[in-house]
T-cell receptor, first 119, second 113 residues
Framework: GAGVSQSPSNKVTEKGKDVELRCDPI?????LYWYRQSLGQGLEFLIY????????KSGLPSDRFSAERTGGSVSTLTIQRTQQEDSAVYLCASSSPFGGLAGLGNEQFFGPGTRLTVL | AQSVTQLDSQVPVFEEAPVELRCNYS??????LFWYVQYPNQGLQLLLKYLSGSTLVKGINGFEAEFNKSQTSFHLRKPSVHISDTAEYFCAVSSSNDYKLSFGAGTTVTVRA
C-alpha cells in the first residue's frame, strides 16, 4: 500500500511569512508524528497525535508552531512568521495501533519530508 | 526524559569488512530501542528494534544489535558491509509508556571498495 506522503517536497519562503506543511499518514494508522531534521539540532520530536487523545505538543519550539489533524487522518503543521532558524527538513511519521500495548513500540513509518528554506 | 549518544559521527569502512556503530542511552524508566537508516535522499527506514526478550536482535539487511542494560548500550553490527550500506544511521529510544522517539545525532557510514 501507499506509504506516508508529504507535501510540498520543497518550500522556499521569505522570513516572516507563514507556511503550511501537509502529511498524509498510512491508512489505518492512528498515531501521527512530526519531527524536524536540521544540521545543528539533528532529529527532534515536535508533536504527536494518538487517536482521539489530546496531542503531545511538548516538542514544539515556540508558539509560532502549531499542528492539527483533521478527521484522524491528514495533518497540517503550520509555522507562523517564519525565521531563518526554522529552515530544516520536516518529517512526518505514522504508526499502527495494533500489537503490543496500544501500539507502543511499533515501527514508525516516515515520509520523505518537506525541505523548508527560509530566506 | 531519555537521551541518546551515538559515539561516532563518521565511520569509514572497506567493503566486506565488519562494522560496529555505538549507541548509549540514558533513561530513568524502561525503554524501547531502535535503529533507523537513512539512505542518501531518502526517508528513514527501520532496521531493527528491541522491546523485550532476547537481548540480541536481528534486523534487515544482515544487521543485528545487542541490548546491554548494565551498560545502557545498544550497539549495531554487521559482519560484512556492502557499498549499498553507505548511509546515515540513527539510534533512537522511547520510554516504554510513550510514543515519541528521541534520536541520536546519527553516524554516517561510508563504505569504500
Amino acid at each position: 500500500g501507499a506509504g506516508v506522503s508529504q507535501s510540498p517536497s520543497n518550500k522556499v519562503t521569505e522570513k516572516g511569512k507563514d507556511v503550511e506543511l501537509r502529511c498524509d499518514p498510512i491508512s489505518g494508522h492512528t498515531a501521527l508524528y512530526w519531527y524536524r531534521q536540521s544540521l545543528g539540532q539533528g532529529l527532534e520530536f515536535l508533536i504527536y497525535f494518538q487517536g482521539n487523545s489530546a496531542p503531545d505538543k511538548s516538542g514544539l519550539p515556540s508558539d509560532r508552531f502549531s499542528a492539527e489533524r483533521t478527521g484522524g487522518s491528514v495533518s497540517t503543521l503550520t509555522i507562523q512568521r517564519t525565521q531563518q532558524e526554522d529552515s530544516a527538513v520536516y518529517l512526518c511519521a505514522s504508526s499502527s495501533p495494533f500489537g503490543g500495548l496500544a501500539g507502543l513500540g511499533n515501527e514508525q513509518f516516515f515520509g520523505p519530508g518537506t525541505r523548508l528554506t527560509v530566506l | 526524559a531519555q537521551s541518546v549518544t551515538q559515539l561516532d559521527s563518521q565511520v569509514p569502512v572497506f567493503e566486506e569488512a565488519p562494522v560496529e556503530l555505538r549507541c548509549n542511552y540514558s533513561s530513568s524508566v524502561s525503554v524501547y530501542l531502535f535503529w533507523y537508516v537513512q539512505y542518501p535522499n531518502q526517508g528513514l527506514q527501520l532496521l531493527l528494534k528491541y522491546l523485550s526478550g532476547s537481548t540480541l536482535v536481528k534486523g534487515i539487511n544482515g544487521f543485528e544489535a545487542e541490548f546491554n542494560k548494565s551498560q545502557t548500550s545498544f550497539h549495531l553490527r554487521k559482519p560484512s558491509v556492502h557499498i549499498s550500506d553507505t548511509a546515515e544511521y540513527f539510534c533512537a529510544v522511547s520510554s516504554s509508556n510513550d510514543y515519541k522517539l528521541s534520536f541520536g545525532a546519527g553516524t554516517t557510514v561510508t563504505v569504500r571498495a
